[in-house]
């Protein structure tokens, strides 16, 4: 995705594994836009995920085998991925209380044994061959098959070099909680999330 962090570049130049490499940052839907997902995921299930996002320790080894078994028999959905750990965020992130409004709406809807209905973007998930971008239709895996979004563990009043460097170099229309102030469609949502009447639908 034509990253310009030197240390990333280079990492990449080093890795065993195959890097296919972008001239232009096509975001994080890239597999899709760029043809990736054409030319390798036409013939098997594959795996999408923001770089951010890793499986907890506690994660069973047999995650992907699980994923790919609740897609085969749910037809009607997409993608199956992981719920997103809440319990842990330190307090020294500054979004922190934003974060866990928001995510618990995911937690919320109760699907397969072992799932919950909720849409997921490009957070680690399994489609099936070929399948298309959307965020809907989509199951989430309760405990103990979750991951973390590393960036919610960062401190937010000492941030990393490579911390500094992405935000200042992000997209503004992509990027979210890295920023110091979030942006006016994500907090319009939050303040959506907090008002009473929403509050009394949930129950």
């Not at 990492?11 to 065993?16: D, T, V």
């Not at 972008?22 to 030319?39: A, C, D, E, F, Q």
């Not at 965020?89 to 397969?112: A, C, M, T």
Request: hydrophobic share 35%; with cysteine.
């Amino acid at each position: 995705n034509a990253s310009t962090y030197e240390p990333m570049v280079e990492y990449l130049g080093k890795s065993p594994h195959h890097v296919v490499r972008h001239s232009t940052n096509l975001g994080h839907r890239s597999p899709w836009l760029s043809g990736l997902v054409t030319r390798l995921g036409l013939r098997q299930h594959f795996i999408v995920t923001d770089p951010d996002v890793v499986p907890c320790a506690e994660c069973p080894s047999d995650v992907l085998d699980r994923f790919r078994d609740t897609l085969d028999a749910n037809p009607a959905i997409d993608k199956v991925g992981f719920s997103l750990r809440l319990d842990d965020l330190p307090e020294h992130y500054e979004h922190r209380e934003d974060v866990i409004l928001w995510e618990s709406q995911f937690w919320k809807n109760p699907g397969p044994a072992g799932y919950f209905v909720a849409e997921i973007d490009t957070t680690f998930a399994m489609y099936r061959p070929g399948e298309h971008h959307q965020n809907n239709k989509a199951l989430r895996s309760a405990p103990p098959y979750t991951a973390r979004h590393m960036p919610w563990y960062q401190d937010s009043a000492n941030p990393t070099e490579e911390q500094r460097y992405y935000v200042e170099h992000a997209d503004s229309l992509i990027i979210n909680w890295d920023k110091k102030v979030l942006p006016a469609a994500l907090r319009a949502h939050l303040q959506q999330l907090r008002s009473p009447s929403h509050q009394v639908s949930l129950g």
